[in-house]
């Protein structure tokens, strides 16, 4: 809420406002702290971290949209370099129990039919050497695709790599393993022509996580917006620094599932 009064620029004095509201924008700061092990339990947080914490919060909020503190002079800046103390809590989301997840591999491996073996061998070859080819599985609906998208998953994520699952929907997105919607992972405008670019930040929680990717299964791909899949394309080539065309939209090989 206080993000929202900065940006209407009509506050005169907005720090003010922060000192006599900080104790009720900070009231869940401390089991934040707690909760990502930077404070032991039996450990009492100075109230001036709790409050350094909330300013520095609110200036990451604000650093997402163009602004910062700075902005808003005399406003209280944060002292401490929390960016450099708080774990990533997408990355963290990405540690898994490699045990169970081999067990599950094995066992969806076991159950496979010819052409999901195929498929998954060829697309873990690519995996395995970098070969950074895409891959387009094709088949009428219970053939078993979204099983064959949910076991690649485990495995990369066996091998303690990332793997990122995207569909266009919600309900698609539902039945895969961390699904989550295109729109929502990559941040593509839902007004967009052909010069949109993705819109995801270098300070973002995402951006770590995209550099460590290994592998994304975009299911429903073909239902999606020519321009969509074209933003998240060239941020991912502005991310990876590469400025010839990666063909990442490209069909390489087609597999039929019956």
Known sequence: MLVVILLTDKVAEPYLLWDQ???????DVKHKLYHMNYYQADQEIPEDHIYDYGLWDLNRILVGIGRSLADFPPMPLPQQQ????IPNPLLQAEQYNVNEIATLVDKQRAIFNLDQAAAFDTVLESITNNQGHLFFIHATSSCGKTFLYNTIAAEVRRRGQIALCVALSGIAALLLDRGRTSHSHFKISLSIHEDSVARLKHNSYMFPVLQQTKVIIW????????????AVDQYLRDLLEVSNYLHLIALKLTYYIE
């Open 21 to 27: 509201f900080k104790a009720r924008l900070c009231d």
């Open 82 to 85: 929390w960016a450099h103390r």
């Open 219 to 230: 299911d429903e791909v073909p239902m999606q917006y020519k321009y969509d899949i074209d």
